[in-house]
């Protein structure tokens, strides 16, 4: 039970730092801390193979990915110019009001059970590979296709117009 | 790994959706707070992270394995989407040299 | 006989379809020719008409068709025939043979000869329709149709603008006493369940004053009578009437539509019989415009404004007599009105060819040598019209106003004045037309010349006429016996007993013959005194007159005081009816709704701000609101 609100504390913190850091380069490092968080999450809930994708995808790739992005657009200015402050207060009162509404929806629901684990062993690559490959086969192959496309749309957009002579 | 998974037996359903809901809510707020278009991104991929933990605690709740391979496909969506996202930014880069969000307002009356 | 009926009005119909359509093609003689036999044969089958019902005395019914049925309205197109319609019918196919004979000759130098035809034969089968009607929807329809056609034959010469303003005038007249009309029938029908008469009057004479609405019902039957009988005071449209040919204000304005009113109210003399109120309203409005109309005669220069004021006299007398109760002695003026009116404008027709067109009698004179036929017929008319025995007009006259001195001394005198005028200024006119010294131009000298026989002959019969036709109503003081009022008897025969005592002792009788013929007498002798030896010709327009004189001359100015009191404030109106509540109002509705979707879109479109920012925010509130929404069972 500790270990559960001293990782959740950690989640919360580091997401806050995320989104107000003034350096977006300092951004990105702490929303990979975050990450770390979770990936601790997963292991306590015994989601052993997601924590493993979580971090080698998650982490390894697509924050990576940011990183590349980030030095390509050469952002000279330390401190991008804010939104005024009428604007983010408003957009925190935005963020609150969506956060009390999914926490009173919740209240109805009363003190819930506590999370027993039915079948440790459910988040085992050999379990969740045969649910998989069973029941899920068909969004497995779509997906494949669909990491095709994006490859293919990404190196489309990105190519230079070679240019015409 | 008992141990581990032992200390999880007497947490609350609830505290998972709370720890969820706050994460998505820091990342709305990210989203309308900043300006700079690639940190936009990442506030948004902060709340697909926040759902795919809600996700996994249910299926553990269930013992339903749906959940986690559900989590699984969002990851793979996430990672294209991610790559096609930073694409487009770039292309806008190169055309109108910031990535400011505010700039981007052709599309007006 | 019944089978023959329905070619009384057919044939005058076929000759309106026929000259209609042939008007261009067929020649002049051969659309004269048609036109004028077909309502010969027409007459004659009227002859046979009246022959067989004046042996018999049972009237025809001719059942034509059922018209139509509505709930408990049955209204079926069939013809009544009784001694009334069938003295109408002769009156009608006869004089209106004359005088189709007649404008043979007078309009056959016009372009639009054939199209004269066709539109004088309509207007004759649609009088006669009115006649033979034998419910009230049937008469209504040709009440109508000869107010269309009086519209059409007095502006026939449309292109010229005040003509054909004359014909707006009389047809929007005639609507206004229409509208009083059919709301008298749409009480009858309330009242009786019935338009047809022998239903209606069957119903009303065992009726009593009071049971039923009658002096509503006939107030409006005579408002209608009113507009088309030209009494005040919708009369003014018929002096301007006289804007049409001749041969037209004799057929229409003499003898036929202006008597329609008399006939209607003759027709149904119970229900107005049981109004007595109405009676009197009846005959203070005839002996009103009688006066008004003779004081207005009195200057009058124009040869055919004089006969057409005269016209609205007479009619004021007709409907005199039908207001103190005396419904044989009005029908009887019809009858003999018929004959001398058409023969006088037919008589001044003749006068106005012979002098080119001049209608203004200061510019006539001396004509008596040399259009001798035209002098002596218009002298036996001007000499019926007067009232002086034994030509026609005495005895229907004289009828009248001795019911009238029965009813109220007041009127006999005011009747006996106006009787009085009526001989100064006709026989003024005939003085002024055909004595003295020609004072035309020279020009028209030369042309002086007598009618051809086309329209002699019509004039040569209407007077032979006008001089016996009194004689069918001789009464038993001066040693005839009454025909004419044996035989109307039936008709009359439900109100004779309501009426009350209607006798005179036979010395009073003598007496008011006496007053009014001397009367007539002692007018002939001073205007002749005035205009013959003496030698007075009315002055010229430009000249001064006395106050009163010029009053009468501007007759009384009643077309400006209509202008000022009626037409005005509905052009005011209908001014503002059209600034304000059709532009302002409706047009600002209608504009104000598309003005209103183009300010609203104009402010919705300052949302597309093209800041992703704010749409992002957007967003969020929406999914805030949807949730909220959806979970609002949840939320405590």
Redesign the interface.
């Known amino acids: 039970m500790n270990t559960f609100h001293l990782v959740a504390f950690l989640s919360i913190f580091f997401a806050i730092l995320v989104i107000t850091a003034k350096n977006p380069v300092h951004s990105i490092l702490y929303l990979i801390l975050t990450f770390f968080t979770f990936t601790i999450h997963y292991i306590l809930l015994n989601a052993q193979f997601l924590a493993i994708v979580n971090f080698i995808v998650y982490m390894g790739a697509i924050l990576v990915l940011f990183l590349y992005t980030l030095m390509l657009i050469n952002l000279n200015k330390e401190a991008e110019p804010a939104k005024s402050n009428l604007v983010k207060i408003a957009a925190v009162i935005g963020g609150g009001c969506f956060l009390i509404t999914i926490i009173a929806s919740i209240r109805a629901l009363g003190a819930s059970n506590p999370v027993v684990l039915q079948n440790p062993d459910l988040g085992l690559v050999k379990n969740l590979g045969k649910v998989l490959f069973n029941e899920y086969l068909l969004p497995f192959e779509i997906s494949s296709v669909l990491l095709l496309s994006a490859m293919v749309g990404a190196v489309l957009l990105a190519t230079k117009e070679p240019k015409t002579v | 790994m008992e141990n581990v998974t032992n200390a999880i037996q007497t947490i609350p359903l609830n505290e998972y959706i709370l720890l969820s809901a706050i994460i998505f809510s820091i990342g709305v707020i990210g989203v309308l707070i900043r300006r700079n278009a690639i940190v936009i991104f990442m506030s948004v991929e902060l709340m697909l992270n926040a759902v795919n933990l809600l996700l996994t605690a249910f299926s553990v709740y269930h013992g339903d394995a749906s959940g986690q391979v559900f989590v699984f496909f969002i990851m793979a969506l996430a990672a294209a989407e991610v790559a096609i996202g930073l694409a487009i930014i770039v292309m806008i880069y190169r055309n109108t040299n910031s990535i400011d969000i505010n700039v981007l307002n052709r599309l007006k009356w | 006989m019944d089978n023959y009926i329905w070619l009384i009005p057919v044939l005058p119909l076929a000759g309106f379809i026929i000259n209609g359509i042939g008007r261009n093609t067929l020649s002049k003689g051969a659309v004269g020719f048609i036109g004028s036999l077909l309502v010969l044969i027409s007459f004659g089958l009227s002859v046979a008409t009246f022959l067989q019902i004046n042996s018999t005395g049972q009237p025809i019914n001719v059942e034509l068709y059922d018209w139509f049925s509505v709930g408990s309205l049955h209204i079926n197109f069939s013809f009544l025939v009784d001694q009334l319609s069938s003295l109408m019918l002769l009156i009608i196919t006869g004089v209106g043979f004359l005088i189709h004979l007649y404008s043979a000759g007078y309009m056959h130098d016009d372009a639009g000869f054939g199209k004269f035809f066709a539109y004088l034969n309509l207007f004759v089968f649609f009088m006669l329709l009115l006649v033979l009607g034998s419910n009230y929807l049937v008469m209504f329809i040709g009440w109508e149709g000869v107010g269309l056609c009086s519209y059409l034959l007095i502006g026939f010469w449309y292109t010229n603008p005040s003509y054909a303003d004359a014909a707006k005038k009389a047809f929007i007249m005639n609507r206004i006493g229409d509208l009083g009309f059919l709301i008298g029938i749409f009480l009858i029908f309330n009242t009786f369940g019935s338009i047809a008469y022998a239903d209606v009057f069957g119903k009303a004479a065992t009726m009593h004053p009071g049971d039923a609405p009658f002096v509503l019902i006939t107030i409006l039957l005579f408002v209608g009578a009113v507009g088309k009988s030209a009494q005040l005071p919708l009369f003014t449209w018929l002096p301007d009437a006289m804007a049409g040919p001749t041969p037209v204000s004799a057929l229409i304005h003499a003898a036929t539509m202006v008597t329609a009113g008399v006939y209607m109210i003759a027709r149904s003399n119970i229900l107005f019989t049981l109004a007595p109120d109405t009676m009197e309203v009846v005959a203070i409005v005839g002996l009103a415009t009688a006066a008004f109309a003779a004081l207005i005669a009195l200057t009058q220069t124009d040869i055919k404004k004089v006969l057409a004021y005269s016209t609205v006299s007479q009619l004021g007398y007709m409907f005199l007599g039908l207001g103190v109760g005396a419904y044989t002695g009005a029908f009887f003026h019809v009858l003999t009105h018929a004959f001398f009116k058409a023969l006088l404008f037919l008589g001044a027709g003749s006068v106005i060819h012979a002098v080119s067109g001049e209608q203004d009698m200061r510019k006539m004179g001396g004509l008596k040598g040399k259009l001798p036929i035209t002098f002596f017929t218009m002298l036996a008319g001007t000499i019926a019209i007067s009232g002086i025995p034994p030509f026609a007009g005495f005895f229907s006259k004289d009828e009248i106003l001795a019911h009238a001195f029965m009813h109220s001394t007041t009127f006999y005198v005011v009747g006996v004045i106006t009787a009085m005028f009526t001989s100064f200024y006709m026989f003024r006119m005939l003085y002024l037309t055909f004595y003295g010294k020609f004072r035309g131009t020279h020009e028209q000298e030369h042309h002086l010349h007598e009618s051809p026989p086309s329209m002699t002959i019509p004039l040569i019969v209407l007077a032979i006429l006008s001089i016996v036709g009194g004689f069918i109503g001789r009464p038993e003081i001066l040693g005839g016996h009454h025909w004419l009022q044996h035989y109307l008897a039936p008709v009359f025969a439900s109100s004779t007993p309501l009426l009350g005592e209607q006798e005179l002792s036979k010395s009073t009788e003598m007496v008011l013959m006496a007053v009014s013929v001397g009367g007539a007498l002692i007018a002939l002798i001073y205007a002749y005194i005035k205009y013959v030896k003496n030698n007075q010709v009315p002055v010229e327009d430009t000249e001064e007159r006395s106050l009163l004189t010029n009053l009468s001359y501007n007759k009384f100015y009643i077309d400006e005081i209509y202008d000022a009191l009626i037409r005005k404030p509905l052009d005011a109106l209908s001014g503002f009816f059209y600034k304000v509540i059709d532009k302002m109002g409706i047009d600002g509705l209608v504009n104000g709704l598309g003005k209103g979707a183009i300010e609203s879109s104009k402010g919705l479109?300052?949302l597309?701000?093209?800041?992703?920012?704010f749409y992002?925010?957007m967003m969020?509130?929406g999914?805030?609101a949807i949730?909220?929404y959806s979970?609002q069972m949840?939320?405590?």
Not at chain 3, 608 to 613: I, S
């Open positions: 479109r300052l597309q701000t093209g800041n992703v920012g992002i925010f969020v509130i999914i805030i949730l909220i979970l949840f939320i405590i």
